[in-house]
């Protein structure tokens, strides 16, 4: 997952695209990027980190206009260098900035039809400079000089014929204005918002609805699967609806984990979806553990607190946070490589022994991917004395790869991957372990958004709502993007740059 910005306005936009993604920053925490347009020319900043390390006082005075794009994005294979940092750019036509939340599922098949045929050079790894190049030879072929709403829009329409997968973009044109448009199956998120200021209007995109209210732009809606929407360089915004085959099925896990609970997301509060989630596990919880004993709900912060809590409340047993998290140490799941993974557990979550010596415990996750987390966790409640550890996840068992944007990549890597529940207690050093089912899951989100009938949840069902993924294609993705990968990429990047410093 990554976080994207793009924001159209009558005064500098710099400082609003910065607090933005700061805003976005748990949707990547691995680098940072900003593009500005001002007299027909871009001003571009990007680098590794954090928002708070890619930027300070001197480069964001560079970032001059008002209008941009920003982007954060976190680790997978192939990102190792400051190159790999979005947005990316294009010269021709026009001159494009291009940033993108998600992944292309045949961008071997793009390669072939359009760079070999438009003679296109591709300067990284990223499915993003893939995407970026194919709505640049769609807009290309428009042959406009200044290009229209219309040649914008015929422009995405291409795009979308051509590139299959999960997707969010924000682009911004040279002399033209902002272009977002969502995939075919609204699969990542995407939403817009404005507000009004002495009379002109400010147009925000964003992956989240909370990157909209630091800068105070209310949100007005979501895009719709395929829509594009258009803000010109006079600042008036225009929609167009895809006429290609196209469905409403959001990614499960963007409510389960991905998104903070005080966005909404295709017209659902995150924080209501995940207590739902509690309330529906709780139930589970009462019809097959009726003798089970728990004398403390904990949950594993921050994102199962919500659901944490309402178990608790629905259970009738005590709540308590056991476990103080380190804010400034990341989200473990999106650091690259497991053995980072491992080491940082411990310093991003301290017990308070208290709350675990001689009781029950049922720790509150709310998924269970590699299991690195929950094992490190399940051991320390031991140590500290806790008689029995139970285990529930906020959602179902995630035993199948991720292919639109998360780095679920490999089944090897998924702890429950081919295994019973008791195997899968034993594994992690559980005295048991319990899931929420996949129709309560859909429900806790339908619930707050009844017309949320279908979703993306092919790390739960294997069911991949693009219908191109096959199992050729998930083992290709895995042997690209295992962790041993993963690691030999960063020994390589990190031997390129010491070679690159000395010549």
């Known amino acids: 997952m990554c976080g994207i910005v793009g924001v159209f306005g009558h005064r500098p936009v710099s400082q609003v695209i910065y607090d933005s993604l700061s805003m976005l920053q748990h949707r990547g925490q691995d680098a940072a990027g900003i593009a500005t ?7 571009l900043h990007k ?6 390390e890619v930027f300070d006082v001197a480069s964001m005075a560079k970032l001059l206009g008002d209008m941009g794009i920003g982007h954060v994005r976190y680790p997978t294979a192939g990102c190792g260098s400051v190159a790999e940092a979005q947005p990316f750019y294009v010269n021709s036509p026009h ?27 591709l300067n990284t790894t990223s499915d993003s400079e893939v995407m970026l190049n194919v709505f640049a030879h769609a807009l290309g072929k428009r042959d ?6 219309e040649d914008v829009f015929a422009a995405v329409e291409d795009t979308h014929s051509l590139c299959k997968g999960g997707y969010a973009v924000v682009a911004m044109i040279s002399t033209v204005g902002i272009v977002a448009f969502r995939d075919l199956h ?16 400010d147009y925000m995109v964003a992956s989240e609805s909370v990157a909209l209210q630091v800068d105070g732009f209310e949100l007005v809606r979501d895009l719709e699967p395929g829509e594009c929407l258009f803000i010109d360089i006079h600042g008036k915004l225009h929609t167009y609806k895809t006429k290609l085959p196209h469905t409403n099925a959001p990614c499960l896990f963007e409510f389960v984990y991905l998104a903070r609970p005080d966005s909404v997301l295709d017209g659902a509060s995150v924080y209501q979806c995940r207590i739902n989630m509690g309330d529906k596990l709780a139930d589970k919880i009462l019809r097959e553990w009726p003798d089970v004993k728990i004398d403390a709900v904990v949950p594993i912060p921050s994102t199962s607190r919500t659901s944490a809590i309402e178990i608790a409340n629905r259970l009738g047993i ?20 497991n053995e980072q993974r491992k080491a940082s557990i411990r310093r991003k979550l301290n017990p308070i022994p208290q709350e675990f010596k001689d009781k029950n415990v049922l720790l509150v996750d709310d998924s269970i991917v590699r299991g690195n987390t929950i094992k490190e966790i399940i051991a320390m409640t031991r140590e500290l004395g806790a008689k029995n550890v139970y285990v529930c996840s906020a959602s179902p068992m995630v035993i199948y790869p991720n292919v639109y944007g998360i780095d679920m990549p490999s089944r090897a890597e998924l702890v429950a991957s081919g295994k019973t529940l008791d195997e899968l207690a034993e594994e992690i050093g559980a005295d048991k372990v319990i899931f929420q089912d996949l129709e309560d899951l859909k429900q806790s989100v339908t619930e707050c958004a009844p017309h949320l009938t279908e979703f993306e949840g092919s790390v739960f069902d294997g069911h991949y709502i693009t219908g191109d993924v096959t199992e050729e294609y998930l083992r290709a993705l895995e042997k690209q993007r295992n962790d041993a990968t993963k690691i030999n990429e960063d020994v390589t990047s990190h031997i390129t740059r010491n070679l690159a410093a000395h010549l």
């Open 37 to 43: 347009s001002f007299l027909n020319r871009f001003y």
């Open 47 to 52: 680098g590794n980190g954090l928002v708070t």
């Open 95 to 121: 001159g494009i900035v291009f940033a993108h939340n998600g992944n292309l599922t045949n961008v071997d098949e793009i390669i072939e039809t359009v760079f070999e045929k438009d003679l296109r050079h």
């Open 144 to 149: 406009a000089i200044r290009p229209t709403p």
């Open 186 to 201: 609204g699969i990542r998120p995407l939403v817009y918002g404005q507000r009004t200021i002495h009379g002109r209007t």
């Open 318 to 337: 005590p709540y308590r946070e056991g476990f103080v998290r380190n804010r400034y140490v990341g989200r473990t799941f999106i650091m690259p490589g």
